[in-house]
């Protein structure tokens, strides 16, 4: 079995044993493999060993492994910062994007979604660790932008994300994450879907009503950020 495959293995086996904990249903919980600075051949291993989803971080680097694997049925999502003179090819390229957190961004991508593609899948990125630093709408400013990118067309609006700061204490990765589960509980909209979790947090974020895990080190190794690629 190759390191990849391996690796898919552990990362299915913490979900699983996350899943029982919590009493929830493994088929509510899906794995995207985050794929950012990791060579397509790598992309490739990982779909060979059952993986389909896809997370990428940087929109060049993206397209690129995206036109080297396209033989592959791949579903891609893009879960980094968002420019908004980059908008067009992420509305053209990928099934879900992550990281909306205002509503330029997504009125741009709502009239630049291909009409012959289904609904581009939205997930708002919501600030849960109040650091200036971070990207993410304040939690006060979120049911406003949640009404208003729900009524836009070629957007599905799917739920929520975050990626709180990072912490060994599980009380406060709970907290974190159950603030986010909370935050999409009040809005009155119906979304299914809660973008939470890394490869450090994965078990709170399940117990905690995950529906993605994004996982990359655990996965496919720890990143190398020498050689830019983007
Ligand atoms: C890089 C990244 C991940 C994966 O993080 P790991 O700790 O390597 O699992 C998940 N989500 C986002 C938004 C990322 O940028």
Redesign the pocket.
Known sequence: MSTIAENIAKVGARIREAAQASQRNLTDIGL?A?S?TKPAAAIREAHAAGLRDF?E?YLQEALEKQTELSDLPLIWHF??PIQSNKTRPIAEHFDWV??VDRLKIAQRLSEQRPAHLPSLNICLQVNVSAEDSKSGCSPEALPELAKAVAALPNLRLRGL?A?PEPTDDIAAQHAAFAHLRQLRDDLALDLDTLSMG???DLEAAIAEGATWV???????GA?DYGQPTH
């Open positions: 995207l985050v950012k997370g971080n879960i980094g992550h990281s994300m990626i890394m490869s450090h994004r996982i990359g080190t655990a996965l496919f990143r």
